[in-house]
């Protein structure tokens, strides 16, 4: 680990009495991280501040919190902590990040820090840049994520980035030093889980050091992405303006700098919702500009209309509409009515609320959405499918709450469980094989 502490010292310019905050959530790379940190602080007098964050979901969070507390006081390491004690959007894990990252920003200030490490390496990257090329992103999300990032509260630093997940166990093991493992991380039914079981190892195959070409093809978009985003800003203002965007000024520009002006303006829209986001938002918003038709609309998420006026587009929000939403089921999602689904490791219950699958007969990942006109379910124990319009109508279902109401689908778009109302023939019992539980339940029953 020599590298990181001379990228630390040497390229960086961390300094003795530097207070430097690293994330820590007990696992084998952040564990890493933190004894590299330790050391540095033996050696420099650098002020080291562990932060963790307890995500509360899971029966071992506690003790990951005490695992890792009491690691610092033999290190003498400060130990600051948080527990997420409720979450209120569709999507876990994007509203995890967000708090995770405002609680480390609160830490960065209390210490007065200039920089936050997360222990990101390597083969994260590969796993992000693979991931992003599948499901479609920007020149920004291709390019994963970059060694340095300079916010305005403080520097973010990936100094584990040139390192492998088996050069971080072979240190953990040189060095004696204790980690946790998260069991969730060996699920096949976790998009990034099967992208490092399966993906990566192959690509080793090939090239035992791929993840540093991996690094120089991240910083060779993020350098064209800068350029091009530096571009678009300069057009920006002439193109839109009073809230309004002059498709004949816009029809003028070069293609690549037209999208990334559609994405600083959803930028500027969604701001910290941006991970609601996806490229299928940006395609519809340009065949929307693009359209022959003088006047036209579409939805984007959280009810925000774009509306086409022969040559303008304005975006206006919708406080009574009903936005479709589809997001994938990684953990937990939240849902708007405040209930939730989660993949939990076991679960006595047998009745609609809970859904038992089997790999085999479904393409993942699994995905959560709204109903969709025609959509039909193969109802468990019938023959053929039953629309859910009728599915609704028969189980009394408010209306109000149908254009709302989840529909776990999988990576094809078929029905696969209508949680707390239907189960589809793919359901398993107890005594057969199965593979994911799923969960549908009120937030207050965790």
């Given amino acids: 680990m020599k590298e990181v502490k001379q990228f630390l010292i040497n390229e960086i310019g961390i300094k003795p009495t530097d207070s430097v905050v690293v994330a820590v959530s007990g696992g084998p790379d952040s564990m890493a991280l933190l004894y590299i940190m330790s050391e540095l602080q033996q050696q420099y007098g650098i002020h080291v501040i562990c932060a963790h964050v307890n995500h509360n979901v899971r029966p071992e969070s506690k003790d990951e919190q005490d695992f890792v507390q009491m690691f610092c006081k033999q290190q003498h390491i400060i130990f600051e902590s948080m527990m997420i004690d409720d979450y209120g959007t569709l999507n876990f894990h994007d509203e995890a990040r967000q708090k995770r990252y405002q609680y480390f920003t609160t830490i960065v200030k209390r210490y007065h820090a200039s920089y936050l490490l997360t ?100 910083e060779t978009i993020r350098c064209h992405y800068e350029y091009i985003r530096k571009q678009a800003y300069q057009q920006l203002d002439k193109v839109y303006q009073n809230n309004q965007l002059c498709i004949q000024r816009f029809c003028q520009l070069e293609p690549v700098i037209q999208r990334n002006i559609i994405y600083l303006l959803l930028e500027q829209l969604y701001q910290s919702d941006l991970a609601q986001l996806t490229d299928r938002h940006v395609d519809l918003l340009e065949q929307l500009i693009f359209s022959q038709r003088p006047n036209a609309s579409i939805m984007l998420p959280h009810n925000i209309r774009a509306v086409k006026s022969y040559q303008f587009i304005s975006f206006e929000r919708e406080t009574h509409s009903i936005s479709n939403y589809e997001i994938e089921l990684k953990d937990s999602i939240q849902l708007s009515s405040g209930a939730m689904i989660s993949l939990v490791e076991k679960e006595e219950k047998d009745n609609n609320d809970v859904c038992r699958l089997c790999i085999a007969d479904v393409k993942l990942p699994l995905r959560v959405r709204n109903r969709r006109p ?73």
């Fill in 374 to 446: 025609g959509d039909k379910i193969a109802v468990k124990g019938l023959d053929g499918h039953k629309k859910l319009k009728d599915i609704f109508i028969d189980e009394k279902i408010p209306r109000s709450l149908r254009d709302v109401w989840p529909i776990v689908v999988d990576a094809t778009g078929m029905i696969v469980w209508l949680p707390g109302i239907k189960k589809s023939k793919f359901d398993k019992t107890k005594q057969e094989k199965y593979d994911i539980i799923l969960r549908y339940y009120e937030r207050k029953e965790v």
């Fill in 119 to 218: 222990a990101h390496h390597g083969d994260d990257l590969m796993e992000t840049i693979l991931m992003r090329l599948v499901r479609g992103s920007n020149l920004s999300g291709y390019s994963g994520f970059s060694r340095v990032l300079d916010r305005k509260e403080y520097t973010l630093l990936h100094p584990l980035i040139h390192l492998t997940k088996q050069q971080i166990y072979d240190y953990l093991a040189e060095k004696h030093i204790p980690y946790v493992e998260d069991p969730s991380n060996q699920k096949d039914v976790y998009t990034r889980n099967r992208f490092r079981k399966y993906i990566v190892p192959l690509l080793r195959e090939e090239d035992e050091d791929v993840h540093h070409k991996f690094y120089k093809f991240s």
